[in-house]
């Protein structure tokens, strides 16, 4: 079982409409968490990152949040645009494997106007 | 300043070629990571060089190999090339080489591997 589950594993949302992505994860302990944007072909590109101690985190239309109690992420995104359209990774900085990243296996999401 | 770049962007081996991936970094990371992203495994961890040291190692064969230079410039080595192997390659840098503290990890646009 991965230890960092996103879904939904894809979402089409309409232009200008909002939309949650979610992250839940079990590895413990854990330094911060990151969201990373990936468009197809190309890098991911980093939107937040939170330490344990964090709740939220902003980037713009992009909030992510934080509840290290119940394991679980969020990446919202406020007034879509057709640009959004990427594949959005979950990204948690495990300790107890030498500090390696553990990424999820990313949600789709296609904008459509 | 420039971003992560590498090279070559993409191209076609042959089953039991090698191959090398060359990675330079943002200008003063001295630290750069290796991942090999496939629709099926997602984006897994190969290694991570600090100062020409290897830090850390991902759960992958020893076909997989890599190396930093004192530049910083790293390569990775693939040898004896599987039909799995066909994926994309991402270098990353950050500077502190750290990912516990808050810095921003840098990644490239990737080497497109496809093995025939």
């Known amino acids: 079982k991965n230890q960092v589950e996103q879904s939904p594993q894809s979402l089409i949302i309409l232009e200008g409409k909002n939309c949650t992505l979610q992250c839940n994860y079990t590895v413990s302990p854990f330094s911060n968490l990151r969201w990373y944007k990936q468009d197809t072909g190309r890098g991911p590109v980093s939107l937040t990152i939170?330490?344990?101690?964090?709740n939220t985190k902003s980037n713009g239309r992009y909030t992510a949040t934080l509840d290290a109690d119940t394991k679980q992420s969020s990446l919202h995104i406020t007034a879509s645009q057709l640009s959004d359209s990427a594949s959005y990774i979950c990204v948690v900085i495990s300790m107890e494997y030498g500090n390696k990243l553990v990424f999820g296996a990313g949600t789709i999401l296609r904008v459509k106007s | 300043k420039a971003g992560v770049t590498q090279t070559p962007r993409y191209l076609i081996k042959t089953r039991g070629q090698q191959v090398t991936l060359s990675c330079s970094p943002i200008s003063g990371h001295r630290s750069v990571s290796w991942y090999q992203q496939t629709p099926g495994q997602g984006l897994q961890f190969l290694f991570e060089?600090?100062?020409?040291?290897?830090?850390n190692k991902g759960n992958f064969p020893g076909r997989f190999s890599g190396r930093q230079f004192s530049n910083s410039r790293s390569e990775m080595n693939v040898s004896t090339l599987e039909l799995g192997d066909s994926a994309l390659y991402l270098c990353a840098s950050s500077f502190q080489g750290d990912p516990r503290v808050r810095n921003t990890i840098y990644f490239g646009e990737g080497s497109w591997l496809t093995v025939v």
């Open positions: 060089y600090f100062s020409e040291t290897q830090r």
């Open positions: 939170m330490t344990f101690s964090e």
